[in-house]
């Protein structure tokens, strides 16, 4: 068996698990969520894989569901692809630096396999389907995933989806000689590095408030404008 000489020591091995902000209760699960088929045909990380692409999907899919009420299906549908798409995952395992620790096969250890896109984007699903058999937690998933996605998840849809919400608001109000909203931040929450903003939107013509949530002030308001305009019953044209 070939091993990368990238992960060869066991002293390295601290350094990943800080990357990823998980302990393993049983290093087992790592082990097996590291080891490419090539390896091995009967003890790889293909049936963890193949768990943990459903828990990323999930887990992706609920913090759309949530951060997005005003979106429908085909558009959460679109957002998810794009968050775990291969490219994206393959992006994830660079910043983990997964591929230092990859065990790989003679053949694939030779071509660089420790490189490839669909290796490093199925290694981030395997290592997530370990953290899972380990915890069995899927809270803790949920919140490792944000954390590895970072903006990439965060700030997804921020322009695209939501199309800028406060100006469409605002042509909508002026459009009807109405007065412009008033954005409030409610509250402010996290460390000075990481807040995580909630604002409320008041709006001409609607008897509530509506409330927006996000990583940053501005998105907390395309939020809250998205919601009045849905309760305005204004609907993007196509989709």
């Given amino acids: 068996m070939a091993v990368s000489s990238k992960t060869t020591t066991n002293d390295k091995t601290w350094r990943l698990l800080e990357a990823l902000g998980y302990q393993f209760r049983d290093p087992v699960w790592l082990d097996l969520a590291l080891t490419h088929r090539s390896v091995s045909g009967a003890r790889n990380n293909e049936r963890l894989e193949f768990l943990g692409d459903s828990i990323l999907n999930f887990v992706v899919a609920d913090f759309l569901y949530q951060h997005f009420p005003a979106e429908n299906e085909g558009r959460l549908s679109r957002l998810r692809a794009r968050l775990v798409k291969q490219e994206t995952l393959a992006d994830v395992a660079r910043d983990l630096q997964l591929g230092d620790y990859l065990k790989l096969g003679a053949g694939e250890l030779k071509s660089g ?10 290694t981030v699903e395997a290592v997530l389907g370990a953290i899972y058999r380990d915890c069995q937690d899927m809270h803790l998933c949920s919140g490792l995933v944000q954390a590895w996605f970072g903006e990439r998840l965060s700030g997804v849809g921020r322009e695209t989806v939501l199309k800028d919400s406060k100006s469409r608001l605002q042509e909508f109000l002026q459009g009807r000689r109405l007065g412009l909203p008033v954005y409030t931040v409610v509250s402010i929450q996290g460390e000075a590095h990481n807040q995580f903003f909630h604002v409320s939107c008041e709006v001409p013509g609607l008897a509530e408030t509506t409330q927006g949530r996000g990583v940053s002030r501005r998105y907390a308001e395309q939020e809250a404008a998205a919601q009045a305009l849905l ?7 196509d989709d």
């Fill in 113 to 122: 396999g420790f490189r490839r896109e669909s290796i490093l984007a199925d």
């Fill in 231 to 237: 309760q305005l019953g204004i609907r993007d044209s």
